[in-house]
């Protein structure tokens, strides 16, 4: 019943996160915004998880996932509202600040209360189950922020989804979030960098920041792209809600896709997918064209993400799950600050075909190191991957 809880609740705060992101984009493309400004705007989002997604897993191991969890939906609520009271471009910069501190809490406090409960193939089932949570967000957020934009216009939307989020504290106050007490015991001290010395978990920190990185530049480019090619904004909506319906449909599939050919085997064709699909965007220049295009896109990065997490936390030591968890979105975002930064100067100096391309080839580079993985995996046999924690006792 647990897991069920934090799906509705990572559901909601999703939608809300997820409709945020192509708001804050479409609202500064209507100021007048430069492809560099989209993408300053864009690596403002990880900000604070940069400095602060250690910390917040810390603090999921030490105190619990409830309140964290409920203080980052608070916080992005509030971030919703500042355009409201602080127009312009500024208040968007403020805005992806303070949602991106929020989510930051909220996502490593619930990756690890999911983590927490069932080992081998349930904590599989679990992390499938819960990434349903993201695959339906990601069809609803974007879908509704669009048709909302089209028929209230942008302030009324972001009120809408601020609402959304605060609607998930609510679920997170009328019953109790606590993990099994194995996972709150706590871990030989250390400090944050020593988690890396575990080649493993290197690999997977590595592939998590590419696969983040696909998916930040898809939510973000894609409506500039459609833009581009005059498209409205509830049909970008649909078009990027496409992405939302294949990574639903893949991950119902993913726990018997890993016993078929393990986590590192899935991974990597995921991420090879998705790099080849990448460099197809810009010969594509129909709606209907682009939405299969951005399904591709759901089949390939649909499972990478939770495996990520899911290959994080295997090899993760006792009682530091949230702490790598934590390491594994300070990757990511630093990722997805850099990225965004060097894409949108490169999109202003030569057009966004190039930022679609090299961003394949880095889900490409990715695939090869996620390969490198299934390699070692397939030697090590269940020790590499199943049961990493083992290792550590």
Request: charged share 10%; glycine share 12%.
């Amino acid at each position: 019943m647990i897991v069920y809880l934090a799906v509705v609740c990572t559901f909601l705060q999703a939608v809300a996160f997820r409709g945020a992101k192509m708001l804050a984009s479409l609202s500064a493309l209507d100021f007048g915004a430069t492809p560099f400004q989209v993408g300053l705007l864009a690596a403002l989002f990880p900000v604070f998880p940069l400095l602060l997604a250690v910390y917040a897993g810390r603090i999921s191991d030490r105190i619990g996932v409830k309140m964290p969890m409920i203080g980052g939906c608070c916080m992005t609520s509030i971030g919703l509202c500042i355009p409201l009271a602080w127009g312009g471009f500024n208040g968007l910069l403020a805005a992806a600040t303070l949602i991106g501190l929020g989510q930051i809490f909220f996502q490593v406090s619930a990756h690890n209360l999911v983590g927490s409960y069932g080992d081998g193939e349930a904590r599989v089932r679990n992390f499938a189950t819960y990434s349903l949570a993201g695959s339906l967000a990601a069809f609803v957020g974007p879908a509704l922020t669009g048709f909302c934009i089209d028929g209230l216009g942008f302030a009324p939307t972001y009120l809408v989804l601020a609402v959304i989020s605060a609607t998930a504290p609510l679920v997170l106050l009328r019953r109790g979030m606590v993990p099994p007490r194995s996972a709150h015991d706590r871990g030989r001290p250390g400090k944050p960098l020593e988690l890396l010395a575990n080649p493993g978990l290197r690999r997977t920190l590595v592939m998590s920041g590419v696969t983040l990185t696909g998916v930040e530049l898809f939510t973000f480019y894609f409506p500039v792209y459609g833009r581009s090619i005059g498209l409205s904004a509830s049909m970008i909506g649909l078009v990027m809600s496409s992405y939302a319906i294949a990574a639903f449909i893949v991950r119902m599939g993913m726990n018997r896709a890993t016993r078929a050919v393990g986590e590192a085997g899935v991974l990597t064709a995921s991420l090879l997918m998705a790099g080849a699909t990448f460099m197809l965007v810009p010969f594509v220049s129909h709606a209907l064209l682009l939405g299969a295009v951005a399904f591709l896109l759901g089949i390939g990065l649909g499972c990478a993400q939770p495996l990520t997490i899911l290959l994080t936390y295997n090899h993760a030591p006792k009682g530091r799950s949230g702490e790598a968890l934590g390491m594994r979105l300070t990757v990511n975002k630093f990722t997805q600050i850099l990225v965004p930064l060097a894409f949108g100067a490169m999109g202003s100096a030569f057009g966004l075909v190039p930022v679609f391309w090299a961003n394949g080839l880095f889900l490409l580079a990715g695939g090869a190191v996620s390969l490198a993985e299934r390699k070692v995996s397939t030697k090590g046999g269940a020790a590499a991957i199943a049961g990493p924690q083992e290792e550590e006792k």
